[in-house]
């Protein structure tokens, strides 16, 4: 029996000083005055109780005369606790946990009391016993004493030197890509600027060779999509459109820039002129053949690889496509022809033949071009024939089938 009561004497002193130090039992207070077995009316003390806590009030204490109303709920009281601890040694680690627990609660629920002045109802009962709960789980436990502060405001009278954010230099340095989007800004700012500037016909403006997308990606270094590049060209092509006798220095330099090295359209070919013989020399192509003419004023004689042309082209079609350009100016029989083709077949040859005359007559008389563009005459077919392929009896042909 001694034993006992020594170990129990032992316990209740821990008790003590773990309610003191949790402010649940004044420091003048004992442990032993807490019901131990038997509750109020003889009733038995189990782990959960109606606790009544009130302004200004230790958990457990009851408050009759505060002018906050007290609040109702079921938790972990001393009572409990003081039950806990005298069903034997093991519990002793569970009540002070739970002693801890209820001091961190304290805390919160004090301070939700202070801030409602009318009795909760049913629903703000169910509320506060979920916060309860959520105040028992370790991030609330571990967060309770902690409480969120602003940074202070930072001093700059005590630097010596202020200090500086980078600026980035371009306005798009943190898009995907800022090179590109400053080509593009920069030439819509340049439109905006010089809009109201006369314009040519897109056929009468200078013939500019472009950067390429792939050449433009290797420009600027980024990935750029076609979609947008094609944005730009189209920006290019109305400043390339503005009166090559108005248009500023600025934007010749800006579309300088997006220029292919070596521009084929600035290499201009010299003008073919007539020689001191008075002829006009003429080439042509079409399909495997080749045709030079050389064109001189006379009485309508045609000469072909030194024959007679009935005797080249036997077919009457061949023929009229051949002098094509002088019958639909009514220049047969103004001008003689002499005529070397080779390559080809029948009608490749005629039809070499009309270019290479058509553009000797140009060099005569400038001024048929735009007849000869409406006939079709100066337009270079650039058509081949395509090759046969494997398995093919032409070069899309198929073999008939047979199911058997």
Known sequence: MAEEERKAGERRCY???????????????????????????????????????????????????????????????????????????????????????????????????????????????????????????????????????????????????????????SP?????????????????????????????????APRMAWFKLAQFRDFVGEPVPTKKYKNLIKILQRLNRIDPALAPDEVRSTLNTFLRPGNPYANKPVPATVDEMGRARGKGKRKESSAVVYLVEGEGEVMVNGKNLIDVFPRLHDRESALWPLRCTQRLDKYNVWATVKGGGVTGQAEAITLAVARALMVHEPALRPVLRRVGVITVDARRVERKKPGHRKARKMPTWVKR
Not at 184 to 204: H, M
């Open 15 to 169: 008790l003590d000083e773990i309610l003191c130090e949790s402010n649940l039992v004044g420091a003048g207070e004992s442990f032993a005055r807490w019901p131990s077995r038997d509750g109020p009316g003889g009733r038995k003390t189990s782990r959960t109780f109606a606790v009544t806590i009130g302004q200004g009030q230790g958990l457990g204490a009851a408050s009759s005369s505060s002018a906050v109303p007290p609040l109702q709920f079921r938790g972990f009281c001393p009572a409990g606790i003081a039950a806990m601890a005298w069903q034997g040694s093991n519990c002793i680690m569970q009540a002070a946990q739970c002693v801890r627990r209820a001091a961190s609660l304290q805390t919160v629920l004090q301070h939700s009391v202070r801030s409602s002045a009318v009795p909760l109802s049913p629903i703000s009962t169910q509320l506060l016993q979920r916060q309860r709960r959520s105040a028992f789980s370790s991030f609330a436990r571990n967060n309770a004493a902690l409480e969120v502060q602003a940074a202070p405001e930072i001093d700059f009278s005590r630097f010596q030197h202020l200090p500086a954010r980078i600026v980035p230099a």
């Open 172 to 204: 798009a340095y943190f898009s995907g890509s800022p090179k590109f989007i400053d080509h593009l800004l920069n030439l819509e700012r340049i439109l905006a600027k010089y809009a109201s500037l006369p314009t040519v016909a897109p056929s009468d």
